[in-house]
Nanobody, 120 residues
Framework: QVQLVESGGGLVQAGGSLTLSCTAS????????IAWYRQPPEKQREFVAR???????LLADSVRKRFTASRDNSKKVVFLQMSSLRSEDTATYYC??????????????WGQGTQVTVSP
């Protein structure tokens, strides 16, 4: 298990933007597809986006037109760029390695996550 570290969260007004980062030690990030997940208050964790090693990304329908996933393998970091934020985006955001067979199933232990709070 590798420690994943999410950062970049904060409090933002509706319509605003934030960029989250996901890092890990060694070559873990560059060696793996990485997915973003989020857990809204009192709800189950849900899939947000997956970015393959080559940088190709797939996003959940709820965020596809507003979020972008990218990566910089040389810097060993994956980003989730969020714009036009809505109150329903309020959640703790996590990154992890998704199972190839089920992207909702992570392969690594969870990090601490980063809190995103969108105010009306």
């Amino acid at each position: 298990q590798v420690q994943l570290v999410e950062s970049g969260g904060g409090l933002v007004q509706a319509g605003g933007s934030l960029t989250l980062s996901c890092t890990a030690s060694g070559s873990f990030i560059s060696d793996n597809a990485i997915a973003w997940y989020r857990q809204p208050p009192e709800k189950q964790r849900e899939f947000v986006a997956r970015i393959a090693r080559d940088g190709s990304a797939l996003l959940a329908d709820s965020v596809r037109k507003r979020f972008t996933a990218s990566r910089d393998n040389s810097k060993k970091v994956v980003f989730l760029q969020m714009s036009s934020l809505r109150s329903e985006d309020t959640a703790t955001y996590y990154c992890n390695v998704p199972s190839p067979r089920n992207w909702n199933q992570p392969l690594n232990s969870w990090g601490q996550g980063t809190q995103v709070t969108v105010s009306p």
